[in-house]
């Protein structure tokens, strides 16, 4: 099989119907640059977790759809002889095992010298920050050793691409938040193919040189994290990723009406229209000479800003993002102010 | 009624079931073991009179023999029925399982049925091979009567320990390179082994201790349940039908006990 720290990835038409007749996956045609960490994000039962299964070798895609590994169609190959990192959310880390020959098993499989093996699990034990445990069972580890455990052994073997079902839904949150800066380093040491699937958006945002946001079986996005959360192609996507605003209203002669006055936007549209404004994008700003403004409902602190809910601005109440700096509470009169370019046009639903 | 009280009162019932079913016979029994000619000796006995120890030798070899047997076959068998889907599998598992509604004196006659004087295996091997194959009589028809009720009770429990299996670790192994051999001796046998402990114990408790099957088939069969029902009828020598039976209990409850403390407390003696 294809040897190295990475490969190129093609996913050609890859779709998946189960037995039972459920349509798990639309046929997806994607690319995978060298050494790019694409991320698979979106919602429980989209497909994601199908797809990693199907590049993995643990699902046959429908026919006519292709695996290729540097334009080597390996659709056929199964999982063991395809040469595949893979983490799972369980970690999966053999109970019979210590760390050391759970971390050394690939190699071992693969007919490697003790000697050789052992410098390699060496190698990876210092990589990971996990020295100290090699005898450990793997009973006797915390979460986030585990983790280590799992991501060390799935890359011990040099595989040609590496696979992370939910690598950190696991661990609770501060220690997601430290392994997931951990992962990044990892993943840009290695170097290698990593195909990442994940609920999280944050984790998707951090991690991913590309993003593919699945909906229902089907890419309703692909592109860096920037595009997705900027220019969100659809109102799924908007929604799906971040906290945001979204807006349905009437738009005449470059201008949104809404019931607390009226916002300028760019783009020449008319009629009925949905807008998405991120609540970072909306300034406060005095009531005098405001074109917009509402009354502040709620008033959330939220450690380096304050989230505000805004109602009577527009048909449902908005999220504003504030400084803390801003002396505000609930029951205030505010004027609001966007920049016409931070009012992005959705198209559908 | 104070609550200590109320929970002592609870304990007796239990007490007087220990005490009356358990504890005085046992003791009896012991006493009775030592009271013989040979006085205490007759537990010696067991291991160092030649007929005695033959037997017993005898008794855990066959018992050995069918538990190594049962846990190979129900294995095999267990992980297939488990992983598969096929028409006619829930009434395959049922069959399977028919034998634990019988009791010994049936398999045994089965056995005979099968390869007895008159049986099947016979009347095909007669004009096979020009001889009549019987060996229901012997210890190998005893073996086959104790395989035909020792794998229902492994392979249940086998089939339960591998629908707890976790598939994850299976994927984890193959996307590291293993093969199915290699999945199976590396992630799925190690998982499944306090399920061959437990069931283990107690098919080879069952054959050590099984009656039935070995007094339908013949009465000069070489076990430790039969000698202690000769002993004790034939040649009225309770002492030493008693030292027996506790030697026979000792073995069986050690080889549960073994079991025990290798799966933390889940083996239930059975048969």
Redo the contacts between chains.
Sequence with gaps: MTGGQGVTLRVEACGKTFPDGTRALEPITLDVARGETLVFLGPSGCGKTTMLRII?G?ERPDVGGRILFNEVDVTGI????R????V?Q?Y??????NVAENIG??LK??GIGKAEREARVAELVALTGIEGLVHRRVDQLSGGQRQRVALA??VA?RPSVL?LDEPLTALDAALRERLRVELDRLLRTLGITTIYVTHDQTEAMMLGDRIVVMRKGAIAQIGTARDIYFSPASRFVAEFIGATNIVEAECHDGMLALPGGRLPIQNGASGAVVVMIRPESIDIISTEGAVLSGRVGDVSFIGDRQRLTVSGAAHKPLLVDAPNSLGIKAGDIVGLSVKPEAIRLLAGD | MPFNTFIRLCLLPLAMVVVAFFLLPMVRLVIVGGSGDLGVGAYAAILFEPRFRATLINTVMLAVATTASSLLIATVAGLFLQRHRFPGRALLVAMLTFPLAFPGVVVGFMIILLAGRQGLIGSITLPLFGEKWVFAYSIQGLFLGYLYFSIPRVILTIMAAVEKL?L??E?????????PW?VHR??IL??LRPAFVASGAIAFATAMGAFGTAFTLATNINVLPMLIYTEFTLSANIAMAAALSVGLGLVAWAALALARSFSGGTVAAAG
């Design positions: 993995a643990l199964p999982i063991e002889r040469n595949v990192g893979m799972f369980s999966a880390l053999f109970p019979n095992m098993y690939g499989i693969r052994r799935a073997a696979l | 976790d994850s670790l994927e984890a192994a193959r996307a590291l390179g293993a093969g290699a590396d992630v190690p998982a």
